[in-house]
């Protein structure tokens, strides 16, 4: 089937505007001539005069009088369409943006995310949902609008990505744990009883790989789906969890933390979205914020180390 000549919309809509082939031709800055064999064109095409001669001038019929107003509309949606991208008002943005992330990272960022957003552009609304995988389809889909995650050989390689910061595993025990009164060693964080984050329910990763080099080996007694959850089992018994430290800033209050006494692997967390957005004036807005709000937290965080502040609780003098 043979596509319409969409132009002849622009044409016709002049025309019925105008009710003049003269009027109409000056408009489109075409010859009587031309715009004459256009209208023919359109008789043609429609199946309706359009316009007749009534004395001088020429009168729309009945069907040209039904088109007008659908007409002008179809032109005007089109002109929209094909319009430059207008500067982005965010006083006016009315937008629902959802975000997909890891755990602990709307907890740590969340707040001034949703505080610069309601700063800048009211409207706006987000809506944030757990990360249980990689699947990259809800980006694909419009589902999702941008997430936080390690960009590895599961990400999808049609998907932006960007850099937001390295973050790096500590361990995290109660407040009054045997581990928070003592120096800790590679040997005394083995021997503790552990719990484990791990969407797909492995046991050992690259902590268990860099404890063998050592000639250790910890004792893994339970296996939980996120960082929340193992946060909260240590901050109930005996447990150490070993968690990302940015992610779980907040997670971690009232909870003795302590890095690592070995080498361990550090994590690089990225912005992720689908291409079909890079462009979008308010999405832009949205990866730039989210950038911004976690440099103000990086900031914060490195502050915070070099005045030797901790958010640990002191411990407690003996005897």
């Known amino acids: 089937m043979a596509l319409p000549d969409l132009n002849l919309l622009v044409t016709l809509d002049v025309l ?27 008789r043609e095409t429609l199946g309706d005069p359009l316009l007749v ?44 943006f959802t975000l997909r992330t890891s755990e602990g990272f709307v907890e740590s960022f969340g707040p001034a995310l949703i505080e ?15 990360k249980p995988d990689k699947d990259s389809a809800p980006l694909r889909t419009g589902a999702v609008d941008l997430e936080t995650g390690v960009v590895d050989e599961d990400t999808s390689p049609e998907l932006r990505t960007q850099a937001l910061f390295r973050d790096r595993f500590i361990g995290v025990v109660r407040s009054d744990h045997p581990l928070s009164r003592a120096k800790i060693t590679p040997a005394s964080y083995a021997a503790g009883r552990h719990v484990v984050f791990s969407r797909r329910g492995v046991a ?5 790989e860099n404890l063998a080099a050592l000639g250790l080996a910890r004792e893994v007694v339970t296996i939980v789906g996120g960082f929340a959850t193992a946060i909260a089992l240590a901050r109930a018994t005996d447990l150490i969890a070993t968690v990302p430290e940015h992610h779980t800033r907040s ?6 933390s302590f890095a690592l006494p070995f080498a361990a692997p550090e994590i690089t967390v990225s912005l992720l979205w689908h ?9 832009r807005w949205l990866r730039d914020s989210v950038r911004e709000v976690v440099a103000g937290g990086e900031e914060t965080v490195a502050r915070n180390r070099r005045t030797g502040q901790r958010r640990e609780p002191r411990k407690r003098r003996r005897g």
Do not use: C, N, Y
Not at 251 to 256: D, I, K, P, Q
Not at 275 to 283: F, G, N, Q, S, Y
């Open 16 to 42: 019925l505007t105008e009710g003049s082939v003269t009027g109409a031709a000056r408009r489109l800055r075409l010859s009587p001539s031309a715009m004459s064999r256009a209208l023919a064109r359109l």
């Open 53 to 96: 001669r009534a004395g001088r001038g020429l009168v729309p019929t009945p069907r040209a009088l039904e088109l007008r107003e659908r007409v002008s509309h179809l032109v005007q949606g089109v002109e929209a369409v094909l319009r430059p991208a207008e500067k982005l008002d965010l006083k006016r943005l009315a937008r629902t």
């Open 116 to 130: 610069r957003a309601g700063a800048q552009a009211p409207g706006v609304r987000l809506r944030f949902v757990a």
């Open 204 to 208: 050992k990763g690259r902590i268990d």
């Open 251 to 256: 997670l971690r209050e009232g909870l003795f």
């Open 275 to 283: 291409p079909r957005l890079d462009a979008d004036p308010a999405h």
